[in-house]
């Protein structure tokens, strides 16, 4: 039989938390401007005397910390990373389907000492802190990490700059060569094997886009949850009870299927103890 002591907190924890429900809706009745607070919060798309980027319904992933600015249209199933810059605000840039603009990767115009947008084809893979300034780039083409296309060159179809090449500006990287260097020079041809790495890594990294999409989609809530759901999987005894997606017979309280919230300090403080001290041990490590 439960103690007197055990229905008292019991019956405390729900008026508690009916009370503080019931102040969450107040608050929420009381918002001009209601708002999902997401945790990373960012200006990704910004206007440029008026003009607005064009970002397809379809793109794959634009990460929060990218910037992409002004006069751009972004094709679907294409993605711009993690401190990715696309800069249209002397001129346009276009960039085609199934496109990534890697890390830290830069993509500018050109307005004043020339005058040149930057034209990116289709299936084109823009590596880690490449810049693409006021250049072309035709369909299924690859950009090394760190190289640079300037001013005016063009880099045409199944061709690849090596990491850390610089096209200068107003050269024409021929259709299915291999250039490198600084300045770059062609090198050799592209072989069948490359052509082949470059068509299944811009299919790997769209599939990869989509899974970083989803994940910085989510709310703090939908964190917490998924923290959650980590913690139980990773503490949960193989032999305990396992959850599954169906309602539990008999729910307790409406507190959900049995494990984390049945060892609380309330009942078993000793294991809380261990959980407190588990975190602080991982925090350390």
């Known amino acids: ?16 938390r009916k009370i503080g429900q019931s102040l969450d809706r107040m608050g929420a009745s009381m918002e001009v401007c209601k708002y999902t607070e997401r945790l990373v919060p960012s200006t990704r798309f ?31 199933n294409s993605s711009v990373w993690y401190g990715a810059t696309v800069r249209g605000d002397v001129h346009k840039i276009v ?7 890697g890390d830290r990767a830069v993509i500018h115009v050109a307005k004043i000492q020339g005058d ?15 810049i693409v300034h ?22 045409e179809s199944n061709a690849i700059v090596a990491a850390g090449a610089v096209v200068t500006p107003g050269t024409t990287v021929k259709e299915g060569e291999f250039w490198a260097g600084s300045p770059a020079k062609m090198v050799r041809k592209v072989t069948a094997e490359e052509l082949q790495v470059m068509s299944e890594n811009a299919l790997d990294t769209l599939e990869l886009a989509r899974m970083h999409a989803l994940e910085c989609s989510k709310d703090l809530e939908q964190l917490a949850k998924d923290d959650e759901a980590y913690e139980d ?31 609380s300090v309330l009942t078993n403080p000793e294991e809380g103890l261990k959980l407190q001290q588990k975190k602080k041990a991982a925090g350390k490590a």
């Not at 960039?95 to 603009?101: F, H, W, Y």
């Open 233 to 263: 999987a990773t503490t949960r005894d193989p032999d305990y009870w396992q959850p599954t997606d169906q309602p539990v017979p008999g729910d307790v309280l409406g507190q959900g299927s049995p494990g984390l919230i049945f060892d």
């Open 134 to 155: 006021a250049a072309t780039l035709k369909d299924n083409c690859v950009v090394g990490p760190s190289a640079q296309v300037l001013d005016g060159a063009v880099v």
């Open 46 to 76: 910004v206007a440029v005397d008026g003009v607005s980027p064009t970002v397809s319904p379809y793109a794959a992933f634009v990460a929060p910390s990218a910037s992409v600015i002004g006069d751009v249209t972004l094709g679907q």
């Open 95 to 101: 960039i085609g389907d199934n496109t990534s603009v």
């Open 1 to 16: 039989m439960t103690s007197l002591g055990a229905r008292v907190v019991v019956a405390a924890s729900n008026a508690a």
């Open 116 to 130: 040149f947008p930057s034209v990116i084809g289709s299936n084109v893979t823009i590596g880690p802190g490449a």
